[in-house]
């Protein structure tokens, strides 16, 4: 089974060690290969989807900048992406481009993995692109009783405001200059930004506002342990890493692009052992 993931700045993604790690364990031998438009040109989604079609692809993942492209891109899509505007696999099946958003699933799973049954409450999520769309609906699904965004394109924070309302979400917008006076309102601090990426270091907000009462999630996972969960960390703040959501969109994904239904329970029976496993190697966390 052939797969990649088209993107920016991805050659250090744990994407292939997860999906042929998957393939070896429910017993489809697969490839994963790297599409990263700042090592080789990529015009536009379309016509790298159309090479790796013709290149015999089963499917791609789809990371920034070209998640709510992904979208408009398929012939069909799931309620999950439909409903989030945006999609981080294309499944290749019989002419059809089918798009599914395993942000918005894995999130979910990510963080009932880490943090169990507690409630969401309050959470101010920056960063309103691709995943911060997906997270925020998974956040609305999971109960939180108020979405904060905030966004350097005020437009894009309002726009994803309106779509959660109109699916019955508690949501509202701030401007970056609202963060220190927000922060201690909140329950979750949610960070969907490229900061704190190997690319974009840094903190997306001045630590010392993250205390121990509060949640945090990073979807940054390269590297693993962030400026921003690190000063969670020394707080004493309950951390959902990006390794989980990497983990668990990566199982969702997997699960699309088997072709029956036994390889998928198989690929969904790993998820556990590939969490703790993930977390061992990247966050260099013991089985807890």
């Known amino acids: 089974m052939k797969l990649g993931l088209i993107g920016k700045a991805i050659m250090n993604s744990s994407s292939p060690d997860l999906h042929v790690r998957l393939g070896q364990l429910t017993g489809i031998p697969t490839t994963y290969d790297l599409f990263d438009a700042n090592e080789q040109p990529i015009e ?26 992904a979208v408009k891109l398929a012939t069909r899509s799931s ?17 059809d481009i089918i798009a ?23 959470v101010l999520l920056m960063g309103t692109g691709g995943v911060g769309k997906a ?15 905030m966004d350097l394109d005020d437009a894009k924070s309002h726009q994803l405001a309106k779509e959660l309302q109109q699916q019955g979400f508690t949501a509202s917008t701030i401007a970056p200059a609202q963060l220190a006076e927000t922060v201690p309102l909140c329950d ?9 990426h190997e690319k974009s270091p840094g903190c997306p907000l001045p630590a010392e506002l993250v205390e121990a009462r509060h949640w ?22 309950a951390v959902v890493s990006g ?18 239904d036994a390889k998928r329970e198989a690929a969904a029976q790993q998820s556990a052992t590939l969490f703790a496993h993930y977390r061992r190697q990247l966050l260099k966390e013991n089985d807890a």
């Open 44 to 69: 536009s989604l379309e016509s790298q989807v159309e090479k790796v079609i013709a290149a015999g692809y089963r499917g791609v993942n789809v990371t920034f900048p070209w998640k709510e492209a």
């Open 79 to 95: 309620p999950g992406a439909r409903m989030v505007g945006a999609a981080n696999t294309l499944v290749f099946e019989n002419g």
């Open 100 to 122: 599914e958003n395993t942000d918005f699933t894995g999130f979910m799973s990510g963080f009932r993995a880490t943090l169990g049954e507690r409630k969401p409450g309050r």
């Open 135 to 149: 997270v925020a609906f998974g956040l609305g699904q999971l109960g939180a009783s108020e979405v904060i965004l």
């Open 188 to 196: 979750g601090l949610v960070n969907c930004t490229p900061i704190g």
């Open 216 to 237: 945090i999630f990073d979807a940054v996972y390269v590297p693993a342990v962030t400026e921003f969960i690190a000063a969670a960390k020394q707080v004493g703040a």
């Open 243 to 260: 390794v989980s959501l990497f983990v668990f969109q990566g199982v969702d994904a997997f699960k699309f692009f088997c072709e029956d």
